[in-house]
């Protein structure tokens, strides 16, 4: 009985573990995939796999890293299980809809395996004419039938999260809900407005492959460069639909940290949420100044993508100035990763500046600069919020804390890890190195061999993690605070928190000291 209750559940708890476990199996395949590709890399010519095989791999890697992984943890996970205790609801307004769009991952993630049998090297962002039945098998059939599925589901779950917020809004006088509520609001908003645009498209594309339509095909009158239209006014919004909520939880964790609750760090992180919205949802043609843009369209769309870095500055120094007031916490691993985090975004976000600058974009496009400026945002940004929601909210979900001195040294070899495999992929990219090609110049050897050591250091860090979490269940070490129990969140009915406070870590927050060690109240 217990396998079906978990099957047919409605509680939103149990759906956002779920979403976890989606989410979590998703990130580790896409860590297999790229850990392939940095294999590919530790000989300029004998390649473990045909380049062929290495477009397949790179394709379901970012499909995969995306879609089944970074959506569901932060959005579908995370996003489940805070949401009503933050609203002071018992579940969300449609249970039933946010069920199917759990499940429709399922169906989504057999579609996504059954491209990568049958072959899918046209990249993540299909473009024609690659992606056309002339160059391509019938694995981009079913891969675009995966995110058809994973959009549903998106859309689904974003109607469901907005009906929750406004309704909730609407009743309530007081406006200072958590920043995680507005994060997730218009993470949702984002996602109802794009995928749209990216179904019709894949939809069109579908039909060029299949029933001899030429929507993007230039024999037929059709025109490819209207694919990557609709293809980037999903894509660049999605770039902030995966760090809008990781932007939420860190600037939550820092209010937390240091019971900082000014007007000012408040409203200007949520304002500075809603222009980084609407400037980027303006900007998707900055990832096209190759197809021969004019030059008043290349300088629109470039100057108002460094217009982004204003509001993403009010955030990062809003980090700082919070953290600040937090040294005595300065050995916490959740004060290292938000640093960490700090620094991986920041680093990306200058990059972003860079490449923002058309002519600038022009030189670098085609190179591993742009690979190493998005992962940095990216994989290292949303990845980092990832783990600090993991180790924050741990012992909210599990009841169980975790290993100071075992996060510390996994802090360590992430950092490390990222770093090593990323970073010098800028130096490939100013000096040439093409991307998408599974060969390269002997000279460009160590780089590629420091890239590929590193991203063997992450990997082992991302099965360190697993370990501390695993370590955690079977030590015993319960944490017993104000939510008045030892066993799992998922079987108590927690008491709703004050909007005005809206903080609900501080009930459950772990702790590393002698008293939560000895099962002791916080």
């Excluded at 769309?301 to 040294?327: A, D, E, N, Q, R």
Aim: glycine letters at 10%; a neutral charge.
């Amino acid at each position: 009985m217990s396998m079906f209750s978990w099957l047919f559940t409605l509680d939103h708890k149990r759906i956002g573990l779920i979403y976890m476990v989606l989410g979590i199996w998703g990130g580790f395949l896409g860590l297999s995939l790229s850990t392939l590709i940095r294999l590919n890399f530790l000989d300029p010519y004998y390649n473990i796999v045909s380049p062929e095989v290495y477009n397949y791999v790179i394709t379901s890697h970012g499909i995969a890293m995306i879609f089944f992984f970074l959506m569901p943890v932060l959005i579908g996970g995370f996003g489940n299980y805070l949401l009503p205790l933050l609203l002071s609801l018992p579940d969300l307004n449609l249970p039933r809809l946010n069920a199917l769009s759990a499940w429709l991952l399922l169906p989504s993630a057999v579609c996504l395996g059954l491209s990568m049998l049958g072959g899918s090297g046209a990249g993540w962002t299909f473009y024609p004419p690659l992606s056309s039945g002339d160059y391509s098998g019938w694995g981009v059939d079913f891969l675009m039938f995966s995110l058809h599925l994973a959009g549903i589901s998106s859309v689904f779950g974003s109607l469901n999260f907005i009906c929750t917020i406004v309704s909730v809004m609407s009743d309530k006088t007081t406006p200072r809900f958590s920043i995680i509520v507005w994060a997730y609001l218009f993470t949702s908003i984002l996602l109802i407005l794009s995928l749209p645009v990216l179904a019709a498209g894949i939809t069109m594309l579908l039909f060029d492959r299949n029933f001899g339509s030429s929507f993007f095909d230039p024999l037929g009158g059709g025109d490819p460069v209207l694919f990557q239209h609709l293809f980037w006014f999903f894509g660049h919004p999605e770039v902030y639909v995966l760090i809008l909520p990781g932007f939420g939880i860190v600037s939550h964790i820092c209010m937390n940290l240091t019971n900082n609750d000014s007007l000012f760090g408040y409203f200007g992180l949520v304002f500075a949420m809603g222009a980084i919205v609407c400037l980027g949802s303006v900007v998707w043609a900055h990832h096209m100044f190759m197809v021969g843009l004019d030059l008043k369209t290349a300088i629109f769309f470039s100057s108002v993508t460094m217009v982004i870095g204003i509001p993403t500055g009010i955030k990062v120094f809003s980090w700082l100035y919070m953290l600040g007031g937090s040294y005595m916490r300065l050995w916490d691993p959740v004060m290292w990763w938000i640093i960490g985090f700090i620094v991986l975004f920041t680093i990306g976000g200058v990059t972003g500046i860079v490449l923002s600058a058309s002519i600038l974009d022009t030189l670098l496009h085609d190179t591993w600069f742009v690979v190493a400026h998005f992962h940095y945002v990216l994989s290292l940004g949303s990845y980092s919020t990832v783990v600090i929601s993991l180790i924050w909210w741990w012992p909210v979900i599990t009841g169980y804390s975790l290993n100071k001195y075992l996060l510390q040294g996994h802090w360590f070899s992430s950092m490390v890890g990222f770093n090593l495999c990323f970073f010098p992929m800028h130096f490939l990219g100013m000096q040439g190195l093409p991307r998408r090609v599974c060969c390269f110049d002997p000279l460009f050897g160590w780089l590629n061999y420091c890239s590929s050591w590193g991203a063997l250091v992450s990997c082992i860090s991302a099965f360190f993690l697993m370990f501390i979490l695993w370590e955690s269940l079977v030590s015993g070490n319960r944490v017993v605070g104000v939510w008045g129990t030892n066993s799992l969140v998922l079987n108590v009915v927690v008491t709703p928190v004050p909007h005005h406070c809206s903080y609900i870590c501080d009930a459950g927050r772990w702790c590393y000291d002698d008293i939560v060690a000895k099962n002791t109240s916080i």
